[in-house]
């Protein structure tokens, strides 16, 4: 079967649906990333107004990633440094409380957030895919999205630390 590429507007969820390319991946990998942001809002509890406030203003900065592949960038320096001084200030806050692998557990939303983190982190393996295809893109997209994926550690960690629910070390007999 052929799957047809024009149709009415309402039967296609994406203008880019039908490209092969790796672009069109991307943007929709990265769009579940920013769909789980909203997830974590959701059920972020009221206690936690700095990190909703810093997760609002993170939102959009991870669509104008979404877009930065295909179209004109949107990752910016200052979104760099912004994002490393609230990494840097949630770390300082619950300095010491991780010392060793976890286990990406607990109440919600730190579930969320671990798969956030991976999803942050599945974005920087599809850059690295996008860029051995030859796809260019500025060189501050994969430094924010490793940022991304070890800022939501840290939130994770910090929302733990401020309910007291103590973080499960994980062994690994593997190393």
């Known amino acids: 079967m052929s799957i047809p590429k024009k149709k009415k507007i ?18 929709i990998h990265v769009d579940e990333l920013c769909c789980q942001i909203g997830w974590v809002l959701a059920y972020l509890p009221d206690e936690f107004d700095d990190v909703k406030a810093d997760l609002e203003h993170l939102h959009p900065l991870i669509y104008h990633l979404n877009g930065s592949v295909r179209g004109k960038n949107g990752i910016f320096e200052q979104d760099i440094e912004w994002l490393t001084a609230r990494y840097d200030h949630y770390n300082a806050l619950s300095k010491g ?18 798969l956030c983190r991976t999803h942050a982190k599945k974005t920087v393996r599809y850059l690295v895919r996008l860029n051995e295809a030859g796809i260019a893109f500025e060189e501050t997209l994969p430094r924010f999205a490793n940022l991304l994926a070890n800022f939501l550690f840290v939130l994770t960690v910090y929302i733990k630390m401020k309910l007291n629910v103590e973080e499960k070390e994980y062994i690994s007999i593997n190393y």
């Open 10 to 27: 309402k039967e296609i969820c994406y203008p880019f649906i039908y490209d092969t390319d790796l672009k069109c991946d991307f943007e």
């Open 97 to 114: 409380r991780v010392n060793q692998f976890v286990l990406p557990q607990g109440p919600m939303p730190v579930p969320a957030l671990h």
